[in-house]
Nanobody, 120 residues
């Protein structure tokens, strides 16, 4: 089965941290850019971050710049999203997706999501 699996979500207090993981199963992430999205009921899906296949280029939504860091460990076939200084507005289901490059809208694989809840 070819899939992406997100993990690391949970409930934290305002200002806390979480590290989300996006692990590939059935294929290698070496040649894929990986993006993180989040969605809240009643709102549009929001692009959070993206990292190039080499890890040399990263992108962040303005809402998370300076707080979130995307990284990858191709040896572990995993991409991470380090989330610091979390705010209640970061509460959402977070998804990862694989594509050929960050600048392309088409995604080849999607994960099922992991819930992040930030309380004050």
């Amino acid at each position: 089965q070819v899939q992406l699996v997100e993990s690391g979500g949970g409930s934290v207090q305002f200002g806390g941290s979480l590290r989300l993981s996006c692990a590939a199963s059935g294929f290698t992430l070496d040649y894929y850019a990986i993006a993180w999205f989040r969605q809240v009921p009643g709102k549009e899906r929001e692009g959070v971050s993206c990292i190039s296949s080499s890890g040399g280029s990263t992108r962040y939504a303005d809402s998370v710049k300076g707080r979130f860091t995307i990284s990858r460990d191709n040896a572990k076939n995993t991409v991470y999203l380090q989330m610091n200084s979390l705010k209640p507005e970061d509460t959402a289901v977070y998804y990862c997706a694989a594509k050929s490059r960050c600048s392309i809208e088409r995604y080849d694989y999607w994960g099922q999501g992991t819930q992040v809840t930030v309380s004050s």
